[in-house]
């Protein structure tokens, strides 16, 4: 038999830096502005020792051990303008954002990403009474690649299944349009809705061939991908 052991210290620290303004014109219109910033810092130590039978000892194994460090600063402005007009509701926003990440091995050289997004926000919507309300709204988004999809470490522990990260992946941008509708009442909310989503720069999984017997799972920036449906949603309190 083989015995092994594994520390893992991990440590994540993350700080928040959030200003939020607000200027009501009236009870129905209203301005909001503000500054949403994030600093976060990842340092994963994955330590591997097998264990000597003929030395009766723990001995670190380096090729299967990994030091991983990641860097994350955030810094977005956004603002937000909602009125209404009778029986219209009317909402549109805008969100600037910085992005900074480092993504290394701790005996490896830095590997910097820089880049700069724009998300724009709007949604109308139409009061068929006063228990119903039909609403249309776009927004796009961005999901990010956690710290594990960009480590490139390659982990052995699953042979000849390896898996590894990608530290060059970007991030994934959504489109999304919704059309939805919603019932009020006494015995809860009842919302069907029906959606459309465009993706850029989709982030998924990649099996490529080392051999004839060993594969390599990673992670991959595709160019594009659509979905499309309906969900249904009740709430009741």
Request: charged share 20%; net charge neutral.
């Amino acid at each position: 038999p083989e015995w092994t052991r594994t520390l893992a210290p991990n440590i994540s620290g993350i700080n928040n830096l959030k200003i939020d303004y607000v200027y009501p014109f009236n009870d129905s219109t209203k301005l909001e502005a503000g500054f949403d910033g994030s600093m976060r810092a990842i340092d994963a130590d994955s330590r591997y020792y097998n264990y000597s039978f003929a030395n009766q000892m723990y001995i670190f194994n380096d090729t299967t051990s990994n030091h991983f460090l990641y860097n994350e600063d955030i810094g977005a402005l956004y603002v937000n303008y909602s009125t209404k007009i009778k029986k219209f509701g009317v909402s549109v926003g805008s969100r600037i954002e910085s992005a900074s990440t480092n993504a290394r091995e701790a005996d490896s050289s830095d590997n910097k990403n820089t880049y700069y997004s724009w998300f724009p926000t709007g949604a109308i919507s139409y009061k068929l009474s006063k228990v119903q309300e039909i609403q249309l709204t776009y927004s796009r988004r961005i999901n990010r690649p956690s710290f594990r999809d960009l480590n490139p470490f390659i982990d052995y522990s699953a042979y000849p299944n390896l898996r590894g990260g990608n530290p060059y992946l970007k991030p994934e941008y959504v489109n999304a349009l919704e059309l939805s509708y919603a019932w009020y009442s006494k015995a809860g909310t009842i919302m069907p809705t029906v959606f459309y989503r465009k993706i850029h720069d989709v982030i998924s999984r990649y099996r490529m061939n080392i051999n004839d017997s060993v594969y390599l799972m990673t992670m991959e920036n595709y160019a594009s991908a659509t979905s499309y449906g309906f969900e249904m949603i009740y709430t009741y309190k």
